[in-house]
T-cell receptor, first 117, second 111 residues
Framework: DAGVTQSPTHLIKTRGQHVTLRCSPI?????VSWYQQVLGQGPQFIFQYYEKEERGRGNFPDRFSARQFPNYSSELNVNALLLGDSALYLC????????????????FGPGTRLTVT | QKEVEQNSGPLSVPEGAIASLNCTYS??????FFWYRQYSGKSPELIMS????GDKEDGRFTAQLNKASQYVSLLIRDSQPSDSATYLC???????????FGKGTSLLVTP
């Protein structure tokens, strides 16, 4: 089975611009989470979506938004880019076991490396 | 602020030795704990998950959890140079789904 896919792989943007990052979860996974990882730090939680609804939001400004589509793929949007938004953006997918029991294991995609100049 | 703490390293061990990676967390209600491996320039890869006190073994990896001490560790037996990477400890926050990560420990296995 294919793993989590993300596009694009790399992106260079200018301050003030807008960016859209895309993610497709593992087949059968209905939950997608987004994380930001800056160099030397662990990933920081941005959003989680399950069944197209936002289920969690991290401590990020309103410039960050996301959505999940009926096919469970997801987009992360960042407006008014700042130099500090330069980071590796990671998408992770997870699933629920039979009977509605949650599996909290999250599997990461390869990431999108965003550089803001 | 809920914290997940790891020694940044680098931790250097000779090939064939046991590498011991440690992690402490501040949120007492945390129930789920994960270890990820991240090679330079790559994304994190899930190695182990542990939910109950005690040890959980998977191949050369053993995760240990002590909720009373708020401590989780990862042991890597028969360390190989290919194990050289950054190891991230992650804790699921309360009843939510977000993972709270430590900064990671850099492991170097020398031939």
């Amino acid at each position: 089975d294919a793993g989590v896919t993300q596009s694009p792989t790399h992106l260079i943007k200018t301050r003030g611009q807008h960016v859209t990052l895309r993610c497709s979860p593992i087949s059968g996974h209905k939950s997608v989470s987004w994380y930001q990882q800056v160099l030397g730090q662990g990933p920081q939680f941005i959003f989680q979506y399950y069944e197209k609804e936002e289920r969690g939001r991290g401590n990020f400004p309103d410039r960050f938004s996301a959505r999940q589509f009926p096919n469970y793929s997801s987009e992360l949007n960042v407006n008014a880019l700042l130099l500090g938004d330069s980071a590796l953006y990671l998408c992770a997918s997870s699933f629920r076991l039979a009977g509605g029991i949650s599996s909290y294991e999250q599997y990461f995609g390869p990431g999108t490396r965003l550089t803001v100049t | 602020q809920k914290e997940v703490e790891q020694n940044s390293g680098p931790l250097s061990v000779p090939e064939g030795a046991i590498a011991s990676l440690n992690c402490t967390y501040s949120d007492r209600v945390s129930q789920s704990f994960f270890w990820y491996r991240q090679y330079s320039g790559k994304s994190p890869e899930l190695i182990m998950s542990i939910y109950s006190n005690g040890d959980k073994e998977d191949g050369r990896f053993t995760a240990q959890l002590n909720k009373a001490s708020q401590y989780v560790s990862l042991l890597i037996r028969d360390s190989q140079p290919s194990d050289s990477a950054t190891y991230l400890c992650a804790v699921r926050e309360g009843s939510g789904y977000a993972l709270n990560f430590g900064k990671g420990t850099s492991l170097l296995v020398t031939p």
